[in-house]
């Protein structure tokens, strides 16, 4: 199994700010998901977080907005950049769910701009 | 492209009644398949899982669920629900081989004294 710890878990942000969030793994990992999941909404994932490399985003989600850090195989941060009242959501981080384990997945941080 | 149906957005139980969730799935091969929980302000909780195997799966919670592949089904079921089980529930498959999860709407569940 895998713990996630997720920081803050929330924030109300004024718009035009950024917020970077947190995200600690207690093992190694080589991929990290970073979804987002607008008020009354699933989950979408935003990107997948490799170490080493670029993160790969989804359709619609671009690196100007969501830049994303992956320094080491057990920490990621997603950072949401020049905050709009549309980006209040709740943002989580997850570890795969691969060939037959589950996908864990951290507390959420809950979003507000205002 | 992989997709995941649940087409009941909201539904009130009495407590102590039973519980359906419907879950259609849409991908090419054999899917990884999963229920999980959101209760309000927490995190996502998985109840339970499909790989292989046993079409009928048991989960936490007394929870349980049955693969159908001629329906593309996973619908969760519980005999008896608990005021405790209010919350919204999610299907997801398993994406791709990067192990991403795509969900579907979730359904929020409602329980009525």
């Known amino acids: 199994s895998a713990v996630i710890s997720q920081k803050p878990s929330r924030d109300i942000c004024q718009r035009g700010t950024s917020l970077t969030i947190q995200c600690q793994v207690d093992s190694q990992v080589t991929m990290m998901f970073w979804y987002r999941q607008q008020p009354g909404q699933s989950l979408t994932l935003i990107a997948t977080a490799n170490q080493g490399s670029e993160a790969t985003y989804e359709s619609g989600f671009v690196i100007d907005k969501f830049p994303i850090s992956r320094p080491n195989l057990t920490f990621s941060t997603l950072t949401v950049s020049n905050m709009s009242p549309e980006d209040s959501s709740i943002y989580l981080c997850s570890v795969p769910a691969s060939g037959g384990t589950e996908a864990f997945f951290g507390q959420g941080t809950r979003l507000t701009v205002v | 492209a992989q997709s995941v149906t649940q087409p009941d957005i909201h539904i009130t139980v009495s407590e102590g009644a039973s519980l359906e969730l419907r879950c259609n799935y849409s991908y090419g091969a054999t899917p990884y398949l999963f229920w999980y929980v959101q209760s309000p302000g927490q995190g996502l909780q998985l109840l339970l899982k499909?790989?292989?195997?046993?079409?009928l799966v048991q989960g936490i919670k007394g929870f349980e669920a049955e693969f159908k592949r001629s329906q593309s089904s996973f619908n969760l079921r519980k005999p008896s629900v608990h005021w405790s089980d209010a919350a919204e529930y999610f299907c997801a498959v398993e994406g791709g081989s990067q192990g991403n999860l795509i969900f579907g709407k979730g359904t929020k569940l409602s329980v009525k004294p």
């Open positions: 499909y790989f292989s195997g046993d079409t």
